[in-house]
Structure formats: structure tokens, C-alpha cells
């Protein structure tokens, strides 16, 4: 018993001596370079190299370190795990009680804020939804951790009102067998340039049942210019495993009569942040005004969104002239309506990922 209680004190201290030795040679020079403290415990004993060999191992097996965040699919596609919006579990559970109680709630929240809208002068007002990648590729889950038929999202579309709700699914898994790049990451969550541009167009095809005298850029405008090897994505990062895992960085090119130039603009303050080009945008946390010349239409757009519109943003910044942005989940219904009373846009749109769309958001009333 000694024996062992000794050996387990001795490997106790050789690691406590080795773990310091790693991360000084590995990761203390860069992190004294980025202003840091190299003598700091949270670089001497830092363990995500640990984690990041241990997962080099299990990788191969199909075993997920972290499969709380993200579970390891088929030919190396991955995809979120339970902690955000417990997807899985929804994805193979399906529609409940409870979600349909919580559509019911989204939907009179819609309906309503559609009509309020209508009453500031907002033309039209539509919500568009981006599909999870597990919606889109099924095909590269588990086998245990397949969808359901029924699902919590479609018991959400046919519960709110008619045509307030895009859904982009339907267009994008017909457009899989029509081009030979994917349109979602493997290694992350969100689609890529190729499958924003695709929801766009569904999306723009049914706004143009109403809005007649929109001009949008047809199929043979946007192409894919080039593919470009790239490290993994978040769910890569999820992993502590990027720069081993790689993945494909689909550009496009717009087609347009013009380039598009864009500045941006704190819309609080006015003051410009970024100008030229017409580049992906983040999800702003702060109202963030685009501003775009040569864009196809003279419109103002309120444009609540989430991650998913980062891809899409080039698209809109093309087609109007003004994008009022800001992500949706650090807007509250005052801001929401002030927004809209200050700014007077022409249009409201929303876009949300799938797994967010049920959220306690999409509740909130006027």
C-alpha cells in the first residue's frame, strides 16, 4: 500500500514538474509575445495540449474528447452536441408537448409583430431560417443519433403564419446534388459561402412573391470562383485539434455591373469602422449600419441576425443599398422597436439557425 501511495505521489510531482516545461517551450514565449505573463498559472499549468494529444488519439476511433460540445460523424463530418439547445437530443427526439406549446408562443409573437411592424410603414417583415448542417448532411451522423421525422422545426413552420417563415431547407438539400462542394463546413458549424448563397436565393425567390419590384442577382451572377484548403472550424477548436483537421473555403464571386464597396458605420455613434470591399461581417454586438454602393436596390433593411449571417452578408451588402445589423439575441423588444422608429427601414428581416429558433426569443411580444 505504501508502495503505491509513493508512486502515485512521485508521478503526482513529475507531472506537476513536466506540465510548466511544455507549456514553457510550447506556449510561453508566444503568449509573453501577446502581453502575458509566463510565470501566470494559467500558462504553466495549462492542459489543453493534454487534451489536444488525447484527442489526436481517440479522433481516429470515431471517439469525441468533448462530446458534450461536439460528436464525431462519418468521413470526418462533425456536428454540435447537447450543450447548445441539447440538439441532438431534439434532433432525435422530435416534436413534444412542449414544443409545440413554445410554437404556438413564437407564432402569436410573429403575427403580432408583423402587424406592428406594418403600422411603423416596414413593408415587409420576414423571419429566415438557416438549417442546422445535421438537417442538410443526416447522411454523415451516427446511426444513433439520426433524426426524427417529425420535428420540433417542422410542427414551429406549420404552426406560424403563412410566409412570415423561410425556410431555406428545402432549396439547399436539393442543391447537394447539384454542385460537388458541400455547402456546410465538416469542421464547423455554419454553412459556407456556397450554402448561404443558396438560402439567399430561396430566400430572395420568396420575398419577390410580394415585393415584385425587387431586383435580385440570378443563378448565373454568383459562382464559385476558387476552393481553398483551410484548418478545422469551431467544432475543430471544440476538439483542441484545428490545425490537424482541415476542411474546404468555398469563394464566390458576385457578378455585378459595378463592385460592390461597402462602409461600415456605428450606427449609434455614426462614426465610419470599416470601409472598401464587400466582406463577411460578424455578427455585430453593437447596431452596425452597411452602407453599399452600386448595390441593386435603393432600400433600407433592418436586418436582426445571428452567426449565420456572417456568410450572408456580402449578399445582402450586393442587393441593398443600407443594412441596419445587429444579432438578434442582444436585442430586447425595446431596442428592437427603437431601432426601427429612429432608423425607418423598409424592410425587417431575421435570420436564425434552426437550433435557435425555438428559443424564448422568438416569444417576445411587441
Known amino acids: 500500500m505504501k508502495k503505491k501511495a509513493l508512486m ?11 506540465v510548466p516545461v511544455i507549456n514553457l517551450i510550447g506556449r510561453g514565449t508566444a503568449h509573453k509575445k501577446e502581453g502575458g505573463k509566463w510565470w501566470s498559472r494559467s500558462v504553466l499549468y495549462n492542459l489543453d495540449f493534454a487534451w489536444s494529444f488525447t484527442s489526436r488519439i481517440f479522433y481516429p476511433l470515431g471517439i469525441s474528447t468533448n462530446p458534450n460540445q461536439v460528436i464525431i460523424g462519418k468521413d470526418d463530418w462533425l456536428y454540435l452536441g447537447d450543450q447548445y ?24 409573437a410573429t403575427k403580432s409583430w408583423q402587424q406592428w411592424l406594418k403600422r411603423k410603414g416596414v413593408r415587409l417583415y420576414r423571419v429566415m431560417l438557416g438549417p442546422d448542417k445535421s438537417t442538410i448532411y443526416p447522411e454523415f451522423l451516427p446511426d444513433w443519433a439520426q433524426p426524427a421525422a417529425d420535428s420540433a422545426t417542422n410542427t414551429l413552420l406549420a404552426t406560424v403564419s403563412q410566409g412570415l417563415y423561410v425556410d431555406t431547407s428545402t432549396a439547399l438539400k436539393a442543391a447537394k446534388s447539384q454542385f460537388s ?7 464547423d458549424t455554419h454553412w459556407n459561402s456556397l450554402g448561404a448563397w443558396v438560402a439567399f436565393r430561396a430566400f430572395a425567390m420568396e420575398v419577390a412573391r410580394t415585393e415584385t419590384g425587387l431586383r435580385w442577382f440570378s443563378e448565373q451572377q454568383v459562382r464559385v470562383s476558387k476552393v481553398i484548403e483551410i484548418h478545422g472550424g469551431d467544432l475543430g477548436m471544440f476538439l483542441r485539434m484545428p490545425e490537424m483537421l482541415r476542411d474546404n473555403e468555398v469563394a464566390i464571386e458576385i457578378d455585378s455591373e459595378s463592385p460592390i464597396e461597402t462602409e461600415q458605420y456605428d450606427f449609434e455613434t455614426g462614426h465610419l469602422t470599416v470601409s472598401g470591399g464587400n466582406p463577411k461581417i460578424g455578427a455585430p454586438e453593437r447596431p452596425l449600419l452597411v452602407k453599399s454602393k452600386h448595390a441593386l436596390n ?25 443594412t441596419l445589423q445587429l444579432h438578434f439575441g442582444t436585442t430586447d423588444p425595446a431596442l428592437f422597436a427603437r431601432l426601427v422608429e429612429t432608423y425607418k427601414p423598409d424592410y425587417v428581416f431575421i435570420t436564425v439557425v434552426e437550433r435557435d429558433a425555438h428559443s424564448k426569443w422568438f416569444e417576445n411580444l411587441p
Open 8 to 18: 502515485f505521489v512521485s508521478v503526482a510531482l513529475l507531472a506537476l514538474m513536466l
Open 85 to 108: 439547445e441539447q440538439r441532438i437530443t431534439v434532433t432525435r427526439r422530435g416534436a413534444t408537448d412542449e414544443t409545440t406549446k413554445a410554437a404556438r408562443k413564437i407564432g402569436l
Open 181 to 187: 462542394e458541400p455547402l456546410y463546413y465538416k469542421t
Open 298 to 322: 435603393q432600400n433600407r433593411v433592418l436586418w436582426l441576425r445571428d452567426s449565420f449571417g456572417t456568410a450572408l452578408a456580402p449578399f445582402m451588402a450586393a442587393t441593398f443599398t443600407e
